[in-house]
Structures are given as C-alpha cells and as structure tokens.
C-alpha cells in the first residue's frame, strides 16, 4: 500500500498531520509519519530523504514553521509531491474545496501539475488556475477585452489542462500575484510545479508561498 | 521495347513524352493505343505534350487527336522549333524559334504553359532521358524516368495514371517552398493554429484543415460568410454540419501536411506508418463554389469505409429560421491491392436568412459529380493559377516574406465567390473567432486589400454595410441624432452587438467601444467611397452608395458640439487607440468626420443648403494640429500625459494594458495602434503636407503594437516616410501573427485585418499608389534588402503589374492606363504595354 508521510518535526504538529491526510486521500494513498523531535537537528535532513525515498512512499507533508524547519533542506531533492504548510499558515486542512494551479505556460508545468488536478476534480473540489501576466509572458496583441478573452483563455486551458478548470488571469509578479490570488480565493491548496532549484532568481513564487503566504503548498516536481 | 515497366507511384497533372525516338518511335508503333489513352488523360485534365522533330503538322496528323479537355495537348515538333496546341480546329502554333538544335526552347515553353494552368514541378512527369534532361534545365524539380521501357512502358505508365485516378489514388502537390506553406508533426498545441491557417473556402463557405481523423485537440468547423447563430451578442457564427469524419485506425502519429497556395489544395502526407501511408488532398472547389473535393487513401482496413459504388449522403444541416448551412456529400471508396481510398464530394449551401436549401446543394454536387475529382483538380490548378497570375507578389530576395504574403492573399481570396453580399468577420472564413463580428477592420483594412485583388467581392463587401443602412438610420434616431451611425460590432442585422464588458487580462473591464468608438461611422462611408474610386472610378458612386454617405455626413453634422467660439467638436470618444477611451476631439475620428462630411457635400448630391452645412461644419471641426511641431495631439490632452515610450515597458509588440494596468496606460501616452496615423494612411490627402515623418517619429515609439491590426499600418506608413527597412520589419512582424501564433488565438481565426494591412502595405507602402480621379499615383519605396520587387494587383478596371528596382519602374496594364510618377522622383518609368505616364506632382 502506498503512504504519505506527516513529517513531524515537533511530536504534537496537527498542521502537518491533517495536512498529510489530505494529500493521501488526493493521492489514494494511506499517511504514515515520521517523527523527528528526538533526531539531532543535523540529521533531519537525511532521515527525511530516506523516509521519502522508500519504497510506497507516494508523497509527504511538513512546515515550513519554526526556526529551523527541515523543508528547505528537502525540497529540492524529493520526487514525489511535498506539501509545504508555510511559515505564516494558521489553518488546520480540513480537506480541499477549491485548489489554485499556478500555470506559467510550459508545457512542463502543465504535465507536472495535470495529474493533481484530475485527483482534486474527481474529490469534488472546485480547481482553478491561474496564470500571471508579466514582461516575459505578457501577450503581444490583446485585440478586444470580450473576445480575445474568451480565445485566450479557451486556448491556454487546451493547452495546458484539459480538464474542466477555470482560469484567473492577473497581471504583475507572479510570486506575488500567486498569494494575492490563493488569499483572494479562499483556496485550500496551491499547487506549484517546480524544477526545484532554488539557486539564484529562481523559484521566487515557491519561496514567497512558503515564507509569505498563508495557504498550504503542494509542490509538484517538473 | 519491353522489360520490366518502372511504374510512377504517383499521380501526373501533366507527362511530356518524346515521340520521334526514345522512347516511343512513332513511326514504328501503332498510334491507336497512345491516341485513346491520350484523350482519356486529356478529359481527366491531365496535360500532355509530345515533342518530335518532324513538324507539328506531321506529329498531329499521326496522332489524329482532337481532345476535348480540359487537359491541353501540346506538341513540340520539328526539332523544337515550334510548338503548337491541339485544339478542337486542329493544332494552333503558340511558338515558333529559328533555330534549335534540341527542344529546350519549346520544352521552357510548355512548362510555363503548364505553370499556367498550376501544373508545375513534381506535377509534371518527362519521359525519357533527353526530354527529361531538358525540362529539368527549366524545373529541377520535374519527375524524369529516362528509361520508361519504349512504347509499351510509355503505354504503362500512361496506364497507370488512368488506373490511379479510377482507384481514386490521392494525387500530390508540386513542393515548391516558395509557394507551400508546410507543417510537420503532429503538435497538439499547434494543431489548432494550422486548422486556422489551412482553412479552404469557396462560394462563401469555410472549411477548416482539420485532420480527417478528427483527433479530440482538434477543432473542426465550417462556417459561412455573413450566417450567424442568433441575434445575441453572444451567439457568433453558425457552425455548420461536420464534414469531414473519416473513421482510421490505427490514427496518424506523425504526418506532413502541406498548404499549396499555387493550386489551392491542402495535402496530408502520413510519415510514419506500418504499411501504405495515409494520404489526403482536399480544396474548395474554384470552379464549383461551395464544393470541397477530398480524397484519402491508407492501407486497406485502416479507412473504415465500405469499398463499393458511389454513394449520396442525407442532406445534413445545422441552424434555423435565423440562417443555415447544409450539405450533401457523394462518396466513393476503391481498392488498389494494399491501399483502400475514400473520394467525398461535399457540396454546401448556406443562407444568412432562413435555412440552407437542399436543392441547391444537390444541383451542385450533380455538377460536381459530373465533372468529377479529376476535372475539379484540374480546373482547381488552373483557377488557382490564373488568380496568381492577376493578383499576386514576387520578392526574388526576401522568399519568405513572399510565401507570408502569398499565405495572407490566399485567405484574402477565400472571401471570393461568396454572391452578392459579403460580411467579412475580423476571421474571415478560417475560425469562429470574435463571433464573426464586423468590425472596422471590414471596412478600413479588409476592403481595400480585396479591392486590389478581387473588385467584386469587395463591391459586396460595401454591398453589405448599404445594406445595414436601415438599421444604422435607427440606431442614430435611438442616440437622438440624425443620420445613420453604424455599430462598432455588426452581425447579421446591422445592429450593435458590441459585447459590453470583457477581461483586459484578469482585469474585468466594460466595454466602451459600443457606445464610444464612433468612428466606424465614416470608416464605412470611406470604404464605400474608396471602393467606387479604386474600382470604378468612371461611374462614380451609385445611388445607394451616396444615401450612405448623405446619412452618415447627417450624422456628423447633429453629432457635432459647435463652442460659442464657432469651433466644432466631438466630444466622448474613442480613437482606434482603445487604450484612452472617453477622449474629446480624437485627431483621427475629426479627421474621418470632416472627410466625410467633405466628401458627402461634393459627391452626394445633397440640397445645397445642407451641402453648404456640412462643409462649415467641417471646417470648423478641430483637429488637433501643431504647425510648428507638425503633429496632431491625438486628443484634446494627450500631450499633457505621463511620457512614457513603449520599450520602456517591454519591447512591442506587446499589449501594454495587460502588463502595466489599464490606468497607468491610460495616464501615460503609450498608444495601442496608430491614431493619428490612421489619418496619414486612410486620408493622406487630407493630413497637412509634410506631417507623415513628425507623426512617425513621436508616435511610433509610443506605440506598443498592442492590436494585431497595428504593425502592418505602421509598415506602410514607415514606408511612405522614406523608412522602408523599418516598414520591412514591421510587415515581417504583421506577417507572422498567425504563422508563428503570436497572440495566442489564432486557433480561433486567421487575423484577416492583418491579412488585409499586409496587403496594404505592400500596395500603398512599398508601390506607393493612389488613385485619384481613375489615375495611378506610384512612388515606389523598396527596402534595401529587395534589390526587386514585383506586385500585380487591380485598379481602376485594370490589371496592374508593377516591377521595381531601385533604379526602374516598369508598370504594364491590361488596358489603357494613366500613371503619375511624382514630381520628384528618381526612378525611371517604362512601360510595353497601354500605359501613358501623365507629370505627377504628388508629394
């Protein structure tokens, strides 16, 4: 049987554990957890890789809170979905009614996060993309606010996720516009695909999600 | 004689034979069996040349043929010294020369004669080394057997072409890169662009160049000029009943799909198959509108399609008492050893009032039936051949902004054929984009390139706007106005159907353009005038043609705010630059205004008192123009907004008002497309002399190219400011909006405007013409990168073609033609045909 794992970096974290039930009822899979109070801090990392690397480990959840969290020594190097409970979140995941997908446009994140979207839509939940407008994806020609709206949109969706999802448009930085839209929303979930590098001028919606936003974060590799 | 017969595997539209040696020795065979396969070709509208060295007279005589076509007979005799056509009367010479050793001068003119009627290429089939050897030196791309077996592999081979068109073997396209457009690959992301950009129409009727295995990313669609759903903002084209439904499996994996714009014919070619690959051809029949042709050949038992006699489908419709569309289809399938084929006439009929007519579709499809796949295909090649030969471009340098430009006049044709009212869509025929909805690309961008190609169809283009007249009068009353004003958005009826709030982004906005952008108003009057001015400059406007432009001059003159100062002013406006909306005085709509209120007070035959009104009203309607700067200021405060240069935000084109916000666009003097300018491209009479270049300069930086409709204007403007590389690039950038899919909607439509303005550009960028008073004004203005350029287009009643270099201007004409060069210019103009060239004084 597969499982998702509730990291627990503290013995009685009720974020992380809800949090990990919902994935695993996502992903059809049973929760396990990893306890790590008792392991040196310098060996979190590496007990938590080997917990996710094993076998039927379908995916994992963890917090981005406290003042040493092991997420961020992990999340680059996991292959299946990590929920990320971030450094601000408050809420206890009760499940998922309405889930954000922000889509960049490749064809990449579009594979990545598919699959995810498909499970929520068949759990019954409403799942929304999002697309953010900036210098580097802003449309060349925007011919009439009514019909080049409604091709845009028809056509980005084709081409990115064929299941029947919505799509919010925004413009400005996508980091912060991903937030703004999870908070505007209301959403249980967001989910981000990433090719988990976070080096230099990448992943800038990925950091800001954990250390800004509120709203619980699967990430998904490409 | 004899041996093993190499067969062609391919289908011929024309086979040059040697006659008088290898490979048939004429005086050593019987004839009997070359003359009825001969004549049986000829009647499929395969063409045929023989080419002997005795005289054409002896050839003719031996051979004893009088085909009745439609595939011509040619005959090169006496050593290739002349050339003759068998017609019913016998043979006609078309060429002789004094001396030739060999036929390469009569062969270089049987295949232009081929190349005439769209036979090129690897159309044309040589038998036999030497001919072959020679036609290549005039076509590399012709198929040569230089060894067919004598006369009996000849015989083969004729034979084989007789048996592929009764299996309904699929024939092929000449590959010609500079006149096919080519797709490889099955992309699903891109699919829906080239069922776009592969659309075939006739007789008014869109077919998309869907796939025939109809995969679920696709998006088929037939719809038709001027046939809407509903009467709702929302209800769009009418999708007509699917056409196209051929069952394969396994489906195609991976596939080259072929647009030969030469012969109008879109071909699919399987690349990777187990077993006889998947082949299609289909066009929209020339010759009988509103006919698709297809055929589809694969290994047999992958067509899931009975193989057996013709078979007539049951009349299939979509639509209402609103408008309708409906076919009827005849379809055969044969079987040649290992591949089965499938042939399917479709034949349409469309109506913008009522249902779709059976009747009329049957008689079609008895007309088409009759002349069945191979006659259509054959005419299909000459219609096509003859349009190019009319209207068309050669840019010897630059062959891929030919093949853009070819690709653009070949969806600027499709409107051809579609009767007597004409609705053009901002998609034309190629999507349902924008609902089908008439916009002012119609009229300002549309019309005048068809106009150039095709006078009648631009004629019901205006025919559709007179039309409109009625409810345009009562939409004016509605406003409190006199006159008629035309709605921004138009559909079946003529009455507004501008949607009334939209998404600029994710920002939810409202629509003002409805209510707002009134220039469409005399953007139709002009069309309509321009229209009679550039096709039929002698008889002047029609009666109708001059109630249009009475009421529209109406309109103005109540619409008009005269200040205590006696100037006049049109307050509440928007501009073609929709990114400042609510604006007084927008330069471009004035100007548009004044003109037509001119132009009613001379042409319209209005009382004189009322005449006399308009022309004070338009004199005293401000423009906006600084002489000291030669600018016009777009509207009244647009100067004193925030500076802001487009490349500051990104580099165009780029929809400004999605990246930074509509307000801060709005509050900066970023524009969306030319304004101002609009006034030097539709009215350059009426701009102030010497005003093009300042308005250039300052706008041009300023505008963000944010409407697909703006880099081909801007292209021709450059150009008429003596900036021809800049027009250049930006006519390459217009270019590619739909090829290379730049806004991400072209699966919704071809952007027939830019089709148009890329058109335009060429003929009043680049030529630089203008008619005035059933004279041709021709300033020429060649980029450096085209060393030559040659346009043919129509004006005036005539047949124009124009060849530059940047030392000569040579124009030849169908008749009697005037042309003035201007004043000033440095060309030299020649000409060996009727044209007179008068003293210019353009500036």
Known sequence: ?222 | MGGVVPLLGRTAGAMILGWDGAPVSAGAEPVGPFRCRIARLSALGVHVAVAGDRTTTAIDDELGLRPTGPGRLLLAGDSGRALAEVTSCGPVPVGQWRSASDHSDSLRMVLALLDGVGVAGELVVALGADIGRLARLHDARVVVVPEPGGAAGVLALLDEQLDRAERLRVPGVARDPRWTVVERGADPARHRVTESLFTVSSGGIGVRGSVEDSPDYGHPLVVAAGVYAGAEVADGLLHGPDLIDVRLDPPVSDDVRVLDLRTGVLHRDETRADGPPLRSLRFASISEPAVLAMRVEAGAGRLQVPVGPATETEWRATGSAYGGIGAVAEQRAERAGAVESVQCLVAMDRSPRGRARPGRAHRRLARASVAGFERLLSAQRAGWSDRWDRVGVTIPDDPETELRLRLALFHLWGLSGAGRELAVGARGLTGHGYSGHVFWDADAFVLPALATIDPAAAAAMVRYRLNRLAAARTRARADGLAGARFPWESARDGDDVTPTAGYVGGERVPILTGPLEEHITADVAWGVVHHAAWCRPATGLTDDEAELLRDTARYWASRLEVDPDGSAHLRRVIGPDEYHECVDDNAFTNAMARWNLRTAATLASAPPVESAAWIRAADALVDGYDPSTGRYEQFTGYFGLRQLLVNELAPAPVAADVLAGRDAIAASQVIKQPDVLMIHHLLPEAAAPGSLAPNVDFYGPRTAHGSSLSPAVMASLHARAGQADAALDLLRLSLRIDLDDLSRTTSAGVHLGACGGAWQAMIRGFLGVRVSAGRLRLDPALPDRWPELEVRFRCVGREVRVRVDHDDVAVDASGALTVEPPADTRHRYSTSSGVTFAPGGMS
């Open chain 1, 1 to 222: 049987m597969t499982h998702v794992t509730a990291v627990l970096e503290r013995d009685a974290d009720e974020q992380v554990a809800a949090a990990a039930r919902v994935v695993a009822t996502l992903l059809g899979a049973d929760t396990s957890t990893l306890h790590l109070a008792e392991v040196d801090q310098s060996d979190r990392a590496a007990a938590v890789l080997e917990a996710l690397t094993a076998a039927g480990t379908v995916g994992a959840a963890l917090t981005a809170r406290g003042p040493h969290p092991v997420c961020w020594d992990v999340i680059t190097h996991v292959d299946v979905p990590l929920l990320v409970v971030p450094e601000h979140s408050e809420r206890v995941l009760g499940g998922l009614a309405r889930v954000l997908l922000p889509l960049d446009g490749s064809v990449e994140t579009a594979a990545a996060v598919s699959g995810v979207a498909r499970r929520a839509l068949q759990e019954g939940a409403s799942v929304v993309a999002v697309h953010v407008f900036d210098a580097s994806t802003v449309p060349a020609f925007w011919d009439q606010p009514a019909h080049t709206h409604r091709h845009w949109t028809g056509e980005f969706l084709r081409r990115n996720l064929p299941e029947p999802v919505e799509l919010d448009l925004r413009s400005g930085r996508p980091a912060e516009e991903v937030l703004a839209e999870a908070d505007d929303s209301g959403a249980d979930l967001v989910v981000i695909a990433w090719a988990q590098d976070l080096g230099a001028g990448r992943a800038a919606t990925v950091r800001r999600a954990l250390t800004a936003g509120r709203t619980p974060v699967l990430l998904v590799k490409t």
